[in-house]
Structures are given as C-alpha cells and as structure tokens.
C-alpha cells in the first residue's frame, strides 16, 4: 500500500482547540490496534492517511498562509496525546514540524507559499537523519555538486523517521562552496532510495531506516542556507527537543495508564498483604502515587517549556534567550525521558508476572520508551542545566539541545 494510493485533500483545521479535538478523535482511533502494529511490524499507511486527511499536519501553518498558526503549548500536546496512543505512529511527523521551524526562519517568501500550500493540502515531509558511517552526527559526506545541466544530490543518511511515508525527503548537504543548505527533494524523484532497513526493539514501525541519494537533480527553488544557523539564535533545536520530549510523555502516560488498569482488572494481591484486591496493597497503592506525581511533574515541566518557547518566539531572538529555550526544553527532557522509563519498567512490577504474557503485549511500553529515549542522552542535559545555572554557560546550539 502506498501513499499516493491513498491520499485525499486535506481538512483545514483553524484553531488550537481544533487542533487538539482532532488529535484526540485520532488518538483513540490509532490506540485500538497499536499493539497488533507493533507485534507484526505493520506500517501505519492507512492511519497516516486518516492523519494527514485530518488536517494536523498544517497546524503550525501561520495564520497569514492560511494555517492554524497554533501554539508550540498545543503541538506539544498533539504529539502527546498520539504518542499515548501509539508512539511509533505519533514519532512519524516529528521531522515534518522540525523542518517546517526551519523554513520559517530561512525561506524566502516564494518558498513559504509553496511548503505552506503543500502540507496545508496534506503532503508529508519526511526527513534524511544523519549520515551513515560517520562517527560525528554532525559530519557531512552528502554533496550538493553542480553537473553538466543542473545541481545533483548524492549521499547515505540513517534513522530517517518518516522518509518511507513522505511527499518530500529534506536533508543536510554540503553545497559546492563547502556550506551546510538544506534541500527539499520529492519521495519519488529518480535516483531517491528509500530502504526499509529499520530493526530496533522499540518504535518499530517508525520505519526510521536509510535513505540513499544518487545523482538526484535538484530543483535550486528548494535549497534552504541553513549554513546561517550556526551565527544566528534560534530555537529550531528547542523546537525539534520539545517534540522529543513530548513523544516520551505520551509514552509514560500509555504505561501509567496500562499499569493502573492492569492492577484493577487483572492483578493478584500478594499473599502477605492481607487484602482481596491487588488495587488494595498499599505497596501497589505507595507506588501508583509516586508514578503520578513524577508523571505530573513531567507534565507541567513540559508545558512550561512550551509556554516559555512561545513566550520567546514572540520577541527578538538572542544568545542568551536561545540558551534560555534550550534550558527550558533540557529540563523537560530530564523528567519526560525519566517517567518513560521508570513507568514502563514499574508496569511489570506492580502488575505481576502475568503482565509479562505476550498477548498483554505491555513490553512495547518499556520498549518503546528505552528506545526513544536514547535520541539524545540525558546525561548531557543534566550537564547544560548545571553548567547554564552553575557557570552561566551558553549550551551548544543544534538541533539535539
């Protein structure tokens, strides 16, 4: 099954309360089979049509071209939202709203009102991660060269999330000049690969696997001077962090809940706690309320990072406010990654060995979450916080703070 087969105009979605109806109308469509999804690795083509036909994939098109314009608070919360619903599927478009950041910082006018018409009518970017092979994920072999007639584009990218199902496959080339630009090249374009060799234990149908290049011509109408970036505050990295961030909460959120439905309905008290109901232990009880609190801690630390984002959007962007959004997020990340994992490995403890049959099919939860969690390693986030509060040092800016 393909996209083309399957493709439809898509609805316009014209507000933030909108955005997040849609999102939870979804939600509960995608989470009945998630699960089957995952064990038989079935990929998502139908449901990423109903998602792009639903119009969410406009929603941070700017009112002035026709788009929602809504808030990074609501994109946080839509990605949230999917994700406890089915991750892997939630994860796909993370690239689709990280690139579109991108274009609206860089792009000319004329290219606005391309890209914003085409994922307004329901078109998917996809993305081309970093290159394969390379010990630096900020090292670049794809070339950008310039044949006999036009500009060609060759190179090997890996965890290129969301390329399979995409319109356009945006990536990162170095140009004739030796400078960084993003180019823009469409799904099906001659010499585009796109190789399903995607095998983790989590995510499993994010089909996050290579995408090779051989002299694919390039329209220069789709090149992006993303070279600017590096002497330019921005917050295209917090943007892209709250979307990672915000996809491990909704994992943490779908154990939790399993969790607590599993001890309600399924779970065995032991035999030492002296009550009928495993929902009765005060163990159980003591755990379920810790889970909560760190769950609601996360939470709340997300959406602040989400207000204080859109709080700075607003003004003039400096050094010393793109530090402050990369804080912000990096705080976020902290208790979003933490509370994906501690829920999802509390799971099995609470609710007992027959939590662990395969038909539950609970351990996608933890899966999922050791997984995603790995994008970018926590450990370093505690060092930018301490370093930030403790130094008054600026965190590196790119795409992973």
């Not at 969410?56 to 071209?65: M, N």
């Not at 009102?113 to 092979?133: M, Q, T, W």
């Not at 921005?234 to 709250?242: A, E, F, K, M």
């Amino acid at each position: 099954m393909s996209h083309q087969a399957l493709f439809q105009e898509a609805a316009l979605i014209r507000s933030d309360a909108e955005a997040l109806e849609v999102a939870r109308r979804l939600a509960a469509q995608f989470a009945q089979e998630a699960g089957l999804r995952d064990r038989e690795r079935r990929l998502p083509w139908a449901e990423l049509a109903q998602y792009s036909a639903s119009g969410l994939g406009g929603i941070t098109v700017p009112k002035a071209y026709g788009g929602a314009g809504v808030s990074l608070l609501t994109l946080s919360q839509v990605f949230r939202i999917l994700c406890a619903a089915d991750p892997s599927l939630g994860q796909i478009p993370q690239n689709h709203f990280a690139v579109l950041e991108v274009f609206r910082l860089l792009a000319t006018p004329a290219q606005l009102r391309f890209i914003y018409s085409e994922v307004l009518s329901g078109r998917r970017l996809g993305n081309a991660g970093p290159e394969k092979g390379q010990q630096s994920m900020l090292q670049l072999s794809t070339r950008l060269q310039r044949g006999a007639d036009r500009l060609r584009l060759s190179g090997q990218r890996f965890y290129s999330t969301g390329a399979l199902f995409a319109d356009w496959i945006p990536t990162r080339a170095k140009d004739e000049s030796g400078l960084t630009v993003q180019v823009l090249v469409p799904r099906h374009a001659p010499g585009v690969e796109v190789i399903d060799d995607w095998s983790s234990f989590g995510q499993r149908t994010t089909a996050s696997g290579s995408v090779r290049f051989e002299q694919v011509l390039v329209d220069e109408a789709h090149l992006l001077p993303v070279w600017q970036l590096a002497d330019r505050p921005n917050l295209t990295g917090p943007v892209s962090q709250l979307i990672q961030a915000s996809i491990d909460a909704g994992i943490a959120e779908a154990a939790l809940r399993d969790a607590i439905l599993f001890v309600r309905e399924h779970a065995r008290p032991w035999l030492d706690s002296g009550v009928a109901r495993a929902s009765d232990d005060p163990f159980v009880i003591h755990a379920i309320g810790r889970l909560q609190i760190d769950l609601h801690a996360a939470q709340e630390v997300l959406d602040n990072a989400a207000r204080t984002l859109d709080r700075l959007l607003a003004g003039d962007i400096s050094d010393a406010i793109s530090a402050e959004a990369s804080i912000a997020v990096a705080e976020a990340k902290v208790l979003t990654t933490e509370i994906a994992l501690q829920a999802s490995e509390k799971l099995f403890e609470l609710a007992g060995s027959s939590a662990t049959r395969a038909r539950h099919q609970l351990d996608r939860h933890w899966r999922n979450a050791r997984v995603h969690t790995l994008h970018d390693p926590v450990r370093w986030k505690y060092h930018a916080i301490g370093q930030y509060h403790l130094n008054g040092a600026f965190p590196a800016r790119h795409q992973w703070n």
